[in-house]
């Protein structure tokens, strides 16, 4: 074992969030929560509970602010991450739109960023590079805009429980009653933010996605070859590894000659290997990808992120999921903390029509969230990050054509892309690019899928072009119509059009 990977795993952190997985992926928990005719009261009374300090924090000071009476329970100390973000910079006129901190949270803005994924073209031509300028070229400082806000959170009243971990949740028509190992609270609203190993999501979907996408990776200073003014978004320095992974590389850099350096992979759920493993391939592999002679780590960054979320249409009275918990987010690019800032404030707008109205019946809750259909398309694409067991050169062969035709269209249709903002048109546009430049995809597509999810993935445009449709009238004609509505229609109506407005923001 390598000193390096001793260092990164001494915490023991890496090893417990592995356990954990493991755990929760084996068999879904049955008393994560409970359905129930009435609560006595009793224990702390709040308005709404948030559960997880890391991008919990972001909504629970948010809606302090904004007057709601918010507790935020944590099991560890509220406002640490074990990721580094990068964002966009539209995303951060987020922050000064919320009233949450804005200043000296920006470590590092560069002017552009790529993709390239090398494959070894048989005529020797080089793989293509896909620059997309104004796409994640902010690196954010999770330090600086976490302990901004859990000290703004503390000075607007929110009351803070740290060092809590949670343990049940009991929910009934009128409130609901959060138990943890060191108290009972009450609440007319729970915000499930525990993020992708969620009980409560768990046990409620029992497998809530059904792909994966484990990163590890570090802040480190004096990688040789980095350009301090240019993100490296997706890049493969090689083919598949033979274990039915490619390996993918992210980095950005960060202040005083620092980048954050991740690697990842997709897979399906119980296909995914362990952190730890990663780690060892991590350290192996830099070397190779950036020269770390010099190298000094300064922080393991790791995590589980959610890819291809299965499609949710059950959710619990009084209980919303955001962040990861809710995986609505991209998963291959504004994983995290993009998705979670940039759909903020619908997520708020809703939440504050909900309680106003007390519309927080299940099928109320449901309605809730950062849901974009044209993300449900995306999402297919991750089953092509995984290769072929007897072509290593199938993900980096697919992905190279999709720059190659990328380059070739419209650079507004590719940003809108990269940035979550494409329509249906603009997926199967790309899509028949990359036709053209490899028409051998539909073969791997045969043999990725099966047929019967290539049947789902060809008609998926059309199934994501009648819900964007939907999207655009309840936008359109909710000025007309917002009056005659029950509360409950209203809170439909505005998801729907605010869905559109997020797949239309600048």
């Given at each position: 074992?390598?000193?390096?990977?001793?260092?990164?795993?001494?915490?023991?952190?890496?090893?417990?969030?592995?356990?954990?997985?493991?755990?929760?992926?084996?068999?879904?928990?049955?008393?994560?929560?409970?359905?129930?005719?009435?609560?006595?009261?009793?224990?702390?009374?709040?308005?709404?509970?948030?559960?997880?300090?890391?991008?919990?924090?972001?909504?629970?000071?948010?809606?302090?602010?904004?007057?709601?009476?918010?507790?935020?329970?944590?099991?560890?100390?509220?406002?640490?991450?074990?990721?580094?973000?990068?964002?966009?910079?539209?995303?951060?006129?987020?922050?000064?739109?919320?009233?949450?901190?804005?200043?000296?949270?920006?470590?590092?803005?560069?002017?552009?960023?790529?993709?390239?994924?090398?494959?070894?073209?048989?005529?020797?031509?080089?793989?293509?590079?896909?620059?997309?300028?104004?796409?994640?070229?902010?690196?954010?400082?999770?330090?600086?805009?976490?302990?901004?806000?859990?000290?703004?959170?503390?000075?607007?009243?929110?009351?803070?429980?740290?060092?809590?971990?949670?343990?049940?949740?009991?929910?009934?028509?009128?409130?609901?009653?959060?138990?943890?190992?060191?108290?009972?609270?009450?609440?007319?609203?729970?915000?499930?933010?525990?993020?992708?190993?969620?009980?409560?999501?768990?046990?409620?979907?029992?497998?809530?996605?059904?792909?994966?996408?484990?990163?590890?990776?570090?802040?480190?200073?004096?990688?040789?070859?980095?350009?301090?003014?240019?993100?490296?978004?997706?890049?493969?320095?090689?083919?598949?590894d033979g274990l039915g992974r490619q390996l993918i590389w992210e980095l950005f850099p960060l202040e005083d000659d620092a980048s954050?350096?991740?690697?990842?992979?997709?897979?399906?759920?119980?296909?995914?290997?362990?952190?730890?493993?990663?780690?060892?391939?991590?350290?192996?592999?830099?070397?190779?990808?950036?020269?770390?002679?010099?190298?000094?780590?300064?922080?393991?960054?790791?995590?589980?992120?959610?890819?291809?979320?299965?499609?949710?249409?059950?959710?619990?009275?009084?209980?919303?999921?955001?962040?990861?918990?809710?995986?609505?987010?991209?998963?291959?690019?504004?994983?995290?903390?993009?998705?979670?800032?940039?759909?903020?404030?619908?997520?708020?707008?809703?939440?504050?029509?909900?309680?106003?109205?007390?519309?927080?019946?299940?099928?109320?809750?449901?309605?809730?969230?950062?849901?974009?259909?044209?993300?449900?398309?995306?999402?297919?694409?991750?089953?092509?990050?995984?290769?072929?067991?007897?072509?290593?050169?199938?993900?980096?062969?697919?992905?190279?054509?999709?720059?190659?035709?990328?380059?070739?269209?419209?650079?507004?249709?590719?940003?809108?892309?990269?940035?979550?903002?494409?329509?249906?048109?603009?997926?199967?546009?790309?899509?028949?690019?990359?036709?053209?430049?490899?028409?051998?995809?539909?073969?791997?597509?045969?043999?990725?899928?099966?047929?019967?999810?290539?049947?789902?993935?060809?008609?998926?445009?059309?199934?994501?072009?009648?819900?964007?449709?939907?999207?655009?009238?309840?936008?359109?004609?909710?000025?007309?119509?917002?009056?005659?509505?029950?509360?409950?229609?209203?809170?439909?109506?505005?998801?729907?059009?605010?869905?559109?407005?997020?797949?239309?923001?600048?």
């Open positions: 074992m390598s000193e390096h990977l001793i260092w990164a795993l001494e915490s023991g952190a890496v090893k417990r969030l592995d356990e954990r997985w493991k755990s929760l992926t084996a068999s879904a928990p049955t008393d994560a929560f409970q359905l129930v005719s009435s609560l006595q009261a009793q224990g702390l009374e709040s308005e709404i509970v948030v559960l997880g300090g890391g991008l919990g924090l972001l909504a629970a000071t948010a809606l302090q602010a904004r007057g709601h009476q918010v507790t935020l329970i944590d099991r560890a100390s509220v406002g640490e991450t074990h990721r580094e973000w990068n964002s966009s910079q539209n995303e951060l006129e987020v922050l000064k739109q919320l009233g949450l901190p804005h200043s000296n949270v920006v470590a590092k803005t560069y002017r552009t960023g790529y993709v390239e994924f090398n494959y070894q073209d048989p005529s020797g031509e080089k793989p293509a590079r896909g620059w997309i300028p104004g796409v994640l070229d902010v690196a954010i400082s999770s330090t600086g805009l976490l302990s901004q806000s859990r000290a703004q959170f503390l000075a607007l009243g929110g009351t803070l429980r740290e060092g809590e971990s949670f343990k049940h949740l009991e929910v009934s028509a009128l409130e609901t009653r959060v138990t943890t190992d060191g108290g009972t609270y009450h609440a007319k609203l729970v915000l499930d933010a525990m993020g992708v190993l969620s009980p409560i999501q768990f046990q409620l979907h029992r497998q809530p996605f059904d792909w994966v996408c484990p990163t590890v990776g570090s802040v480190v200073k004096h990688l040789e070859g980095v350009d301090e003014n240019i993100g490296e978004v997706l890049v493969t320095d090689r083919g598949g954050a350096v991740y690697l990842f992979h997709y897979a399906p759920l119980g296909q995914e290997g362990t952190l730890e493993q990663l780690f060892a391939d991590y350290f192996k592999l830099l070397p190779e990808y950036h020269n770390d002679a010099r190298a000094e780590h300064i922080k393991p960054v790791f995590g589980y992120i959610p890819s291809r979320h299965k499609r949710r249409h059950s959710s619990l009275p009084r209980v919303v999921a955001l962040g990861d918990a809710g995986a609505w987010n991209n998963p291959l690019t504004f994983t995290g903390f993009g998705s979670n800032l940039r759909n903020l404030p619908r997520v708020l707008e809703l939440l504050e029509f909900a309680l106003k109205f007390d519309t927080l019946k299940a099928s109320d809750t449901v309605q809730i969230g950062a849901r974009q259909s044209n993300l449900e398309l995306l999402s297919w694409l991750t089953r092509f990050m995984r290769p072929l067991k007897h072509d290593p050169q199938s993900v980096n062969r697919i992905f190279n054509a999709f720059v190659k035709s990328s380059n070739r269209t419209d650079p507004a249709r590719v940003k809108r892309f990269y940035k979550d903002q494409s329509s249906s048109l603009d997926f199967v546009a790309l899509m028949y690019g990359v036709m053209v430049e490899h028409p051998s995809i539909w073969r791997h597509g045969l043999e990725q899928l099966g047929m019967g999810e290539l049947v789902a993935f060809l008609s998926a445009p059309v199934v994501s072009m009648a819900r964007e449709a939907k999207s655009w009238a309840a936008d359109t004609f909710w000025e007309t119509v917002k009056d005659r509505l029950t509360p409950t229609q209203a809170l439909a109506w505005k998801a729907s059009a605010l869905e559109w407005q997020a797949m239309r923001s600048k």
